[in-house]
């Protein structure tokens, strides 16, 4: 089973987590144990060796699929990438396994190389003809019958004209990333019949942070600031991804705009948005505050008591002169 597809064999498909190989690799352990099932100790071997290829290389759970135009391959999965990753526009790395040219046939699929392809259709295994297609015969080509190559098959591909082949690649990770969700990959992909190679799409998966969000070009912040900052104004620091930027904040709590100079050439604007931050209650607060409003009650009490009896005492008479 050296040869084998250890996903065939673990039952698990491309794009899925270590997590779920590992999950996966307990299962069938289970299921095909030489103590519980006697007679399965080839297949619980295979077992093992299929874990273990995709233990020592996680890249076998990502490949790259091509969809019908071969103009673009779609990676299987995503990368993952944070709000200090597109801060910084940090470069990031994916490695995957995608299909290339193979390199004993050329690509023919034929254990002759080039000189096994078929002249008739020229390796294409389908005729183009608009006559045959007009008298509703089968286009396929009679000398190779489909497969496009006579004589033997290629031993190292074994037909398919194309071998797996582990790439790694690298990109930066930029505000176009967050909102397109992904980002191509030029040249990356797998290969194309003429030997050319596809462009790559790579799913990101954004996480987001709790104090940092983006909005069109530029990130949002808040900034908790006194009741006496508000009103006074003052200055601060703020510490961003490992970054300190200073800021001012103006009488009144307005929002500040400032921006962060990364390196040259390269900047980012953050939109600082303040916010008031009250005092917390205690409980002495709250009791101060239960005794002011007693006093408070009790002098407005006595002052209506006063007035009450001001004007229910009797007015003497004025005085004629």
């Not at 779920?20 to 144990?33: G, P, T, V």
């Not at 200090?84 to 990031?92: H, Q």
Request: charge should be positive.
């Amino acid at each position: 089973m050296s040869d084998a597809d250890p996903l065939k064999i673990l039952g698990i498909t491309t794009g899925v987590s270590m997590d779920d190989a590992r999950e996966s690799y307990r299962r069938l352990c289970i299921k095909y144990h030489p103590d519980k099932h006697p007679g399965y100790e080839e297949l619980f071997r295979g077992v093992a060796e299929a874990y273990d290829k995709v233990r020592s290389d996680p890249s076998i759970l990502r490949s790259v699929s091509s969809n019908q135009s071969g103009i673009v391959s779609y990676l299987s999965g995503s990368v993952r990438v944070t709000m200090k990753d597109i801060y910084l526009a940090e470069e990031k790395s994916v490695s995957f396994q995608r299909t290339t040219k193979c390199g004993y046939c050329a690509g023919t699929g034929s254990s002759e190389g080039a000189k096994g392809v078929c002249s008739c259709c020229n390796g294409m295994g389908i005729i183009e003809s608009s006559v045959l297609s007009i008298m509703g015969r089968d286009s396929l080509c009679p000398i190779c019958k489909g497969s496009g190559i006579v004589g033997g098959i290629c031993s190292g591909c074994h037909g398919d004209k194309s071998v797996p082949e582990e790439v790694k690649a690298t990109f930066r990770a930029t505000l176009r990333c967050y909102y397109k969700k992904g980002v191509f990959l030029k040249g990356f992909g797998n290969v194309r019949p003429d030997g050319s190679f596809e462009d790559l799409m790579v799913k990101l998966d954004i996480h987001k942070d709790p104090y940092v969000s983006i909005e069109e070009n530029y990130f949002k912040v808040y900034v908790n600031i006194t009741p006496a900052q508000k009103v006074a104004g003052d200055r601060g620091i703020l510490k961003i991804f490992g970054r300190q930027i200073p800021y001012k904040i103006e009488p009144g709590g307005f929002g500040e705009f400032v921006y962060d100079g990364i390196r040259p050439g390269f900047q980012r604007g953050i939109r600082i948005i303040f916010k008031e931050l009250l005092p917390e209650m205690t409980e002495n607060t709250i009791d101060l505050y239960r005794q002011i409003k007693e006093a408070e009650a009790i002098s407005c009490e006595k002052i209506g008591s006063m007035i009450l009896t001001s004007l229910m005492e009797p007015k003497e008479p004025k005085k004629k002169w």
